[in-house]
């Protein structure tokens, strides 16, 4: 046979599947849209760690298209955002200009990879026929109150000059590009997502993901039962209500927190603390929110103030500090050191009492050297002494209410999505300000807003975006008076595009509808999601809300967006750093592909290692595959036209390989199923140099298996086979397997004299006990002497002769 030229190949079947679509909607075969996530197109273009996800999701698709469904298996642009600004800035050129270039590079890059996209329905998140649509949901939003202003402190990026959303803030700083982040006053557009908490927490179950993911959206949302308790202020008229959800410690609260924020704190000065108090609020404004987040050592200032504990009319102090979030619960917590870490840092470090209020057999230990958080038996608490803790904790905010100082409440740590950013690259956020009729939304007819052109996209700095200087394009008129009005110049998040142009890919050519009905019933929703677990949080959750947004005002008839997904992990560089130009340990596909091919490129993606984990890329294991897609094609092509019968040993090897590569693939193990094929493809080569070849169906059941990992190959080999429609159109389908075949048939059994294993027999797995032991005592030969008083056999494992 000829030796193998992927080269040729691969040229060879990339042509043919253009001019002949293997992946064709006949209307009959049910669908399976199997979704990546789309990329942001960066100039930078496409490294071999990009191409993992691409590679795994083709090898679903092509699994799916080869088991009979039709395909959606789409690709587009998450083309807004701030690196392509940044990039104009910097260079002078136009968003569109450097966003269009790079598309262009980055979808020639992927054609590469040789996945099934169907390009028919590419999007653009930057495309006026696409952001049209992005804008009518905000409309939307806005008609059902769920997109609202308000004036509030945000994360304010210096060196971005923009405001950013929680979720952009990494550990203090900005995501983008790692400046500490402050705070600024503005007034922001925000989406109601809070009003979506509770089904955003309770349809998790009805999803088939990993449960790492769903445990992340569920803390994001951050719900928790507890109670709200009032404590009145010793000497005035006036309470202060702390959040808990640990109403059964509330013996043990020795002082009571304020944020700084809280807009009881001032009042609380006395003569004495007035200057101190003052200089600490003074102080936390301006304090980052890096240096309040960390865990530094805790700050604080008491105000002279007390509070009376509800329960046992203890007078406890009241301070500040910064460890309490002005935006969650009400602002003030009662505070427990003997049950919560943070209180018990902060009572240590001011002096403050410690009441024990729980222990695990209800006696007090004489010293505590940290918090005791576990739940326990109760003490110290008059009525509840010798109660467990938890059953406390279950009964006393019902006590609470029925004596009118507290309320059993719900919390949530999901705050509303702040909608505004002060950039230019965005959709501008479709709104008219009137000063006579407010804020009105742009008339649905009047969509898209078009992003105009301005001279330059420097942000300024103000807090407003670069459109508020482009004078004819703010000054409007109002869709309502037709009086003189001022458009909205804020644009919108790059979350925006991102969060429903799933739904598009499907009907991206329609003027009149964001998708038709009729499509979206027939195609929607997605089967199987694809991409980077650093989206396990915000893009979905963004992606859910905006689904079931989309399904209260109709436009789809399902609530949930993706039924499966699945989060491949990164390809890294030496030492596990992510690969990246600044770091300069990006690998080009580009010379894998030109020295081993396309075919050894995809299989060597998923060989480096499980495909939900961050993987080392070593270049020189690609030659181990190069080698096995050799050996295989040698294999293959030595055997066409012999006609070879299938023998026994050949029908086990099919029969198991189908078994074990689809289980593997079933449970996207991917990495064991490359190291599965080279498995069998050894077994078989050893298998043909004493029968001469492998007979065809074996082969053909193998070139199957292979095919969506390795397309180009096993199209030539199927053909050489005499096949004249693809692989990928095959009648037959997927291969199956025979159980039979499954089965272990010869086992090991040991064979001992007196207790003492000498040899192994292999022999069938229902040989009868008689013939066993003959076939035991024909091996022992020699060794077996004297006379036998006792034949034992264990069925399966032993033999034991005992002889004296
Ligand atoms: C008393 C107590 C005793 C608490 C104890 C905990 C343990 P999650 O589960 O996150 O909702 N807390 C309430 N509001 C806060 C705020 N604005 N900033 C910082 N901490 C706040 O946590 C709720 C608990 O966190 C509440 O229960 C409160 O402290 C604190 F042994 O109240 B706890
Ligand atoms: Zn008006």
Same mark, same amino acid.
């Not at 700095?461 to 482009?470: D, H, Q, R």
């Not at 189908?658 to 094929?677: A, H, K, M, P, W």
């Given at each position: 046979?000829?030796?193998?030229?992927?080269?040729?190949?691969?040229?060879?079947?990339?042509?043919?599947?253009?001019?002949?679509?293997?992946?064709?909607?006949?209307?009959?075969?049910?669908?399976?849209?199997?979704?990546?996530?789309?990329?942001?197109?960066?100039?930078?273009?496409?490294?071999?760690?990009?191409?993992?996800?691409?590679?795994?999701?083709?090898?679903?698709?092509?699994?799916?298209?080869?088991?009979?469904?039709?395909?959606?298996?789409?690709?587009?642009?998450?083309?807004?955002?701030?690196?392509?600004?940044?990039?104009?800035?910097?260079?002078?050129?136009?968003?569109?200009?450097?966003?269009?270039?790079?598309?262009?590079?980055?979808?020639?890059?992927?054609?590469?990879?040789?996945?099934?996209?169907?390009?028919?329905?590419?999007?653009?998140?930057?495309?006026?026929?696409?952001?049209?649509?992005?804008?009518?949901?905000?409309?939307?939003?806005?008609?059902?109150?769920?997109?609202?202003?308000?004036?509030?402190?945000?994360?304010?990026?210096?060196?971005?000059?923009?405001?950013?959303?929680?979720?952009?803030?990494?550990?203090?700083?900005?995501?983008?590009?790692?400046?500490?982040?402050?705070?600024?006053?503005?007034?922001?557009?925000?989406?109601?997502?809070?009003?979506?908490?509770?089904?955003?927490?309770?349809?998790?179950?009805?999803?088939?993901?990993?449960?790492?993911?769903?445990?992340?959206?569920?803390?994001?949302?951050?719900?928790?039962?507890?109670?709200?308790?009032?404590?009145?202020?010793?000497?005035?008229?006036?309470?202060?209500?702390?959040?808990?959800?640990?109403?059964?410690?509330?013996?043990?609260?020795?002082?009571?927190?304020?944020?700084?924020?809280?807009?009881?704190?001032?009042?609380?000065?006395?003569?004495?603390?007035?200057?101190?108090?003052?200089?600490?609020?003074?102080?936390?404004?301006?304090?980052?929110?890096?240096?309040?987040?960390?865990?530094?050592?805790?700050?604080?200032?008491?105000?002279?103030?007390?509070?009376?504990?509800?329960?046992?009319?203890?007078?406890?102090?009241?301070?500040?500090?910064?460890?309490?979030?002005?935006?969650?619960?009400?602002?003030?917590?009662?505070?427990?050191?003997?049950?919560?870490?943070?209180?018990?840092?902060?009572?240590?470090?001011?002096?403050?009492?410690?009441?024990?209020?729980?222990?695990?057999?209800?006696?007090?230990?004489?010293?505590?050297?940290?918090?005791?958080?576990?739940?326990?038996?109760?003490?110290?608490?008059?009525?509840?002494?010798?109660?467990?803790?938890?059953?406390?904790?279950?009964?006393?905010?019902?006590?609470?209410?029925?004596?009118?100082?507290?309320?059993?409440?719900?919390?949530?740590?999901?705050?509303?999505?702040?909608?505004?950013?002060?950039?230019?690259?965005?959709?501008?956020?479709?709104?008219?300000?009137?000063?006579?009729?407010?804020?009105?939304?742009?008339?649905?007819?009047?969509?898209?807003?078009?992003?105009?052109?301005?001279?330059?996209?420097?942000?300024?700095?103000?807090?407003?975006?670069?459109?508020?200087?482009?004078?004819?394009?703010?000054?409007?008129?109002?869709?309502?008076?037709?009086?003189?009005?001022?458009?909205?110049?804020?644009?919108?998040?790059?979350?925006?595009?991102?969060?429903?142009?799933?739904?598009?890919?499907?009907?991206?050519?329609?003027?009149?509808?964001?998708?038709?009905?009729?499509?979206?019933?027939?195609?929607?929703?997605?089967?199987?999601?694809?991409?980077?677990?650093?989206?396990?949080?915000?893009?979905?959750?963004?992606?859910?809300?905006?689904?079931?947004?989309?399904?209260?005002?109709?436009?789809?008839?399902?609530?949930?967006?993706?039924?499966?997904?699945?989060?491949?992990?990164?390809?890294?560089?030496?030492?596990?750093?992510?690969?990246?130009?600044?770091?300069?340990?990006?690998?080009?596909?580009?010379?894998?592909?030109?020295?081993?091919?396309?075919?050894?490129?995809?299989?060597?993606?998923?060989?480096?290692?499980?495909?939900?984990?961050?993987?080392?890329?070593?270049?020189?294991?690609?030659?181990?595959?190069?080698?096995?897609?050799?050996?295989?094609?040698?294999?293959?092509?030595?055997?066409?036209?012999?006609?070879?019968?299938?023998?026994?040993?050949?029908?086990?090897?099919?029969?198991?390989?189908?078994?074990?590569?689809?289980?593997?693939?079933?449970?996207?193990?991917?990495?064991?199923?490359?190291?599965?094929?080279?498995?069998?493809?050894? %077994?078989?080569?050893?298998?043909? *140099?004493? =029968? /001469?070849? #492998?007979? $065809? &169906?074996?082969?053909?059941?193998?070139?199957?298996?292979?095919?969506?990992?390795?397309?180009?190959?096993?199209?030539?080999?199927?053909?050489?086979?005499?096949?004249?429609?693809?692989?990928?159109?095959?009648?037959?389908?997927?291969?199956?397997?025979?159980?039979?075949?499954?089965?272990?048939?010869?086992?090991?059994?040991?064979?001992?004299?007196?207790?003492?294993?000498?040899?192994?027999?292999?022999?069938?797995?229902?040989?009868?006990?008689?013939?066993?032991?003959?076939?035991? %005592?024909?091996?022992?030969?020699? *060794?077996? =002497? /004297?006379? #036998?008083? $006792? &034949?034992?056999?264990?069925?399966?494992?032993?033999?034991?002769?005992?002889?004296?």
């Amino acid at each position: 046979s000829s030796p193998y030229n992927h080269k040729e190949i691969e040229k060879k079947w990339k042509k043919q599947w253009e001019e002949r679509p293997i992946n064709e909607n006949d209307g009959q075969k049910p669908k399976y849209y199997c979704l990546d996530m789309f990329p942001y197109p960066s100039g930078s273009g496409l490294h071999v760690g990009h191409w993992r996800g691409y590679v795994i999701s083709d090898v679903w698709s092509r699994y799916k298209l080869i088991k009979g469904y039709y395909v959606i298996h789409p690709m587009g642009w998450d083309a807004f955002g701030l690196p392509a600004e940044n990039y104009a800035i910097k260079m002078q050129v136009h968003p569109k200009k450097s966003t269009a270039e790079n598309i262009q590079n980055i979808r020639r890059q992927i054609k590469e990879i040789s996945a099934i996209y169907d390009w028919d329905m590419e999007v653009d998140t930057t495309d006026p026929d696409f952001y049209k649509w992005t804008q009518w949901i905000f409309v939307k939003m806005f008609k059902a109150g769920l997109a609202y202003e308000k004036e509030m402190p945000i994360n304010w990026c210096p060196s971005c000059k923009t405001g950013l959303a929680n979720e952009e803030v990494v550990n203090g700083t900005c995501e983008r590009c790692g400046e500490e982040v402050t705070k600024k006053n503005l007034k922001q557009w925000m989406l109601k997502i809070t009003a979506y908490a509770d089904r955003l927490l309770d349809d998790l179950d009805k999803l088939d993901w990993p449960e790492k993911v769903r445990k992340m959206q569920a803390d994001w949302i951050g719900k928790s039962y507890g109670a709200e308790v009032d404590f009145k202020i010793d000497g005035k008229n006036d309470a202060i209500s702390v959040y808990t959800t640990r109403p059964d410690t509330l013996y043990g609260a020795t002082f009571m927190v304020l944020a700084p924020e809280h807009e009881m704190a001032a009042g609380l000065a006395t003569e004495e603390t007035r200057g101190a108090v003052e200089d600490y609020i003074f102080k936390s404004s301006m304090k980052s929110s890096v240096d309040r987040l960390q865990d530094k050592e805790k700050t604080g200032v008491f105000t002279g103030s007390y509070a009376v504990n509800p329960v046992n009319n203890v007078k406890i102090p009241i301070w500040l500090s910064d460890y309490v979030l002005a935006d969650y619960g009400t602002g003030a917590i009662m505070c427990v050191p003997a049950h919560d870490e943070r209180d018990f840092e902060f009572a240590t470090k001011f002096s403050i009492p410690i009441v024990q209020v729980i222990s695990k057999d209800g006696r007090e230990n004489p010293k505590l050297d940290e918090a005791y958080t576990a739940p326990g038996i109760m003490l110290n608490s008059e009525d509840f002494n010798g109660l467990n803790s938890e059953d406390a904790k279950r009964d006393v905010p019902g006590i609470l209410e029925e004596r009118g100082i507290g309320k059993k409440t719900v919390n949530y740590k999901l705050r509303d999505w702040v909608f505004s950013r002060q950039r230019y690259w965005g959709e501008p956020i479709p709104i008219i300000h009137c000063e006579h009729c407010g804020n009105v939304a742009v008339p649905e007819n009047q969509l898209p807003v078009l992003l105009p052109e301005v001279e330059s996209y420097q942000p300024t700095g103000t807090g407003e975006s670069p459109l508020s200087a482009i004078d004819e394009w703010v000054n409007t008129t109002c869709p309502e008076c037709g009086g003189p009005a001022k458009r909205e110049t804020n644009t919108m998040p790059q979350w925006a595009g991102s969060s429903w142009y799933f739904l598009r890919y499907v009907d991206n050519k329609n003027q009149d509808a964001l998708v038709s009905k009729e499509k979206a019933d027939k195609y929607l929703p997605v089967d199987m999601y694809i991409g980077g677990v650093e989206h396990a949080v915000l893009h979905l959750l963004y992606s859910r809300f905006y689904t079931k947004f989309l399904n209260d005002i109709g436009v789809v008839d399902f609530d949930e967006p993706f039924q499966k997904l699945f989060n491949q992990g990164m390809i890294t560089g030496k030492n596990g750093i992510k690969m990246s130009k600044s770091k300069g340990n990006v690998v080009s596909p580009d010379e894998l592909v030109k020295d081993y091919g396309c075919d050894s490129l995809r299989m060597y993606e998923l060989f480096v290692g499980p495909p939900d984990l961050d993987s080392e890329w070593d270049e020189r294991g690609i030659e181990g595959v190069y080698r096995f897609m050799n050996r295989f094609w040698k294999l293959a092509s030595d055997s066409v036209g012999k006609n070879i019968k299938p023998t026994k040993e050949m029908l086990k090897i099919r029969n198991r390989m189908v078994y074990d590569i689809t289980q593997r693939l079933e449970s996207f193990s991917l990495n064991t199923v490359i190291s599965g094929f080279m498995e069998y493809n050894n %077994k078989m080569i050893d298998l043909a *140099k004493t =029968t /001469g070849g #492998i007979d $065809k &169906e074996t082969l053909e059941a193998a070139i199957t298996l292979l095919s969506p990992f390795a397309p180009h190959i096993c199209e030539e080999l199927w053909a050489a086979f005499g096949n004249k429609e693809s692989v990928f159109k095959q009648e037959k389908g997927w291969p199956v397997y025979a159980e039979e075949y499954l089965k272990d048939d010869e086992i090991g059994v040991a064979v001992q004299i007196n207790g003492k294993t000498k040899t192994v027999i292999e022999i069938p797995a229902d040989m009868a006990k008689d013939d066993v032991l003959i076939k035991a %005592k024909e091996s022992l030969g020699d *060794k077996l =002497t /004297g006379s #036998i008083v $006792k &034949e034992i056999y264990v069925p399966g494992k032993i033999v034991n002769i005992v002889v004296k």
